[in-house]
Every structure is written in structure tokens, then in C-alpha cells.
């Protein structure tokens, strides 16, 4: 359904929203481009048993933000289904274009667009929209939508595996070493950590659950995998034993975030529930 007042929420597919998200609330997506061995392909139109196919296979994968034009098609779209003002919501400008495209795209429509950088990525970035699309649907303005997305920027944290570390060391974005064992990342606002080492993925299951479980709630949990069910199925039946766990969602870990940790990886982001 759309949004019930004349506002839209525009985002990028890192943010890894769940279809059915997007669709409750009326949520544009604007797809990043995935680039393999040269070849470039819409996220949005990737094949994802192929594309894990192609982590495994060691091929060259890059990622790109989208272009003006492809952010404003969206805002246009959003204008034609009766959108009087967009809030537009993206990855960090830290890790991506994205936002800057955005607001070339902004300057160029007829109706007011909040830009917000969540400074983050992934489903942490995906949660950030769908607290402010609450917000809105809620009959929250803008400046409040934008307030409650920052929160969960600020709040939320997250704890993950890295599939392949090699792929994950030459992209830059985690200092992470080859070794033994499993190794088990966390981030809590712009810190990005490894918490440790373990010994095989349910021992990995365990330390994450740990560390949410320490966490006060009630909390909103995804739980997210690229290529990894049986992990990301484990991480979801030890946490539904968690006190404090007030809803869990499933997402998949799409390939421009998996494009930097590989095949493999799992984990889930955690924010306090409003």
C-alpha cells in the first residue's frame, strides 16, 4: 500500500529491505550496480545464486552508487503516485556516491526532499527506514521521520560474520587478518570491531547471542545471511530464547554489501524497539 498522507520514502538497495517492507509502506528503492568481471548488472537484477556462485569463484566484483538520473526517475515516480514531499534516506556518504547523486537528483523536482545520511549500510541503513516509515505512516513529519532514522543510526548495532577474508581484506572496509577459526565482527555506531574468534559457526552463533543478549530491550533483530540458511537459521532459533526480544525479521545479505564480505557470511543488526 502507499503511505497514507502525500510523503514517500525513497532509499537505496543497500539498505537490504525485505520486500515486504517496501511494499507495506510504500517504499521506493533505487538499486545500486554490481559490477563482475567488468559485466554490470542492477542489483535489483542480479541473480543471487549466480552472483554467489561468482564470490566463490574468486571473480572481480565491484559495487556502484546509482546515477542522478536513476535517483531522480525515482522521485518522479514517487510525484506521479501524489507525493507532495520525498524523504530520501541512504547509505553513508562514507561508503558511498549514493547520497551525492541524490541530491543532484533533489535540486532538480518540484517538492521538497530531506536527504538523510544514516552514516551506515546494510540493514542497519534498511532499519533506519523503516522506523522513519513508521514515523510517517504514524502521521509524523519529516524533521521527525528524519530525527527517528538518526536515532537508529546512533543505537544500532550489529554482529556478523566475514564469509571470505580474504575478499573482505582487499576491499578496505574492515581490517580483518587471515587465522584460525571464525572470525566474529561488531559495530556500535561508527565503530567497527572484531569481537573475537570462534571455533566453528555454532560456536559463532553463540557469541553473537551473547552479545545481544546483553543488550537492554526490547529489541528489533534482523537476521541476514548471503548464501548461509542453515547459520542464519541457527542465529534465529537460539535468539527466539532471548529475553528482551521483542520481533525478529529475516534478510538477505544482497551483493553490495556481500560484494566486501563474501559467501558465507551471516549475522543480525539490533536496535532498541521505540
Known amino acids: 500500500m502507499l503511505l497514507p498522507i502525500a510523503a514517500r520514502i525513497v532509499t537505496d538497495s543497500n539498505a537490504m529491505l525485505p520486500a515486504a517492507l517496501t511494499a507495506r509502506f510504500g517504499i521506493l528503492t533505487v538499486p545500486l550496480t554490481i559490477v563482475v568481471d567488468g559485466q554490470a548488472t542492477r ?12 564470490l566463490r569463484a574468486g571473480k572481480t566484483i565491484s559495487t556502484a552508487a546509482p546515477s542522478p538520473g536513476e535517483v531522480m526517475a525515482a ?3 514517487a510525484i506521479e503516485e501524489g507525493a507532495t514531499e520525498i524523504l530520501s534516506i541512504h547509505v553513508g556518504a562514507n561508503q ?3 547520497l551525492s547523486a541524490a541530491r543532484l537528483a533533489a535540486a532538480e523536482v518540484e517538492v ?4 538523510v545520511d ?17 514515523v510517517v505512516v504514524e502521521g509524523g513529519s519529516a524533521s521527525e521521520a528524519t530525527e527517528a532514522a538518526e536515532g537508529v543510526a546512533r543505537d544500532a548495532q550489529s554482529v556478523f560474520t566475514i564469509g571470505e577474508i580474504a575478499r573482505a581484506a582487499s576491499s578496505g572496509r574492515l581490517d580483518v587478518h587471515d587465522g584460525a577459526g571464525v572470525p566474529v565482527f561488531a559495530s556500535a555506531a561508527a565503530d567497527m570491531f572484531e569481537l ?13 547471542v551473547e552479545r545481544i543478549g546483553a543488550t537492554p530491550g526490547p529489541l528489533r533483530v534482523g537476521v541476514g545471511h548471503a548464501d548461509a540458511p542453515e547459520a542464519a537459521d541457527a542465529l534465529v532459533a537460539a535468539l527466539h530464547g532471548v529475553p528482551g526480544i521483542g520481533e525478529i525479521v529475516r534478510y538477505v545479505v544482497g551483493p553490495s554489501v556481500a560484494a566486501h564480505t563474501g559467501a558465507g557470511t551471516f549475522g543480525a543488526v539490533y536496535h532498541p524497539i521505540c
Open 43 to 54: 542489483e535489483d537484477e542480479v541473480d543471487l545464486v549466480d552472483f554467489y556462485d561468482h
Open 196 to 208: 573475537g574468534r570462534a571455533a566453528t559457526e555454532a560456536d559463532a552463533v553463540s557469541v553473537m
Open 112 to 115: 521538497p526532499v530531506t536527504l
Open 96 to 98: 558511498s556516491a549514493t
Open 118 to 134: 544514516t552514516g551506515t549500510a546494510s540493514f542497519i541503513e534498511g532499519c533506519c527506514v523503516w522506523r522513519a516509515a513508521e
Open 75 to 77: 522521485y518522479r515516480r
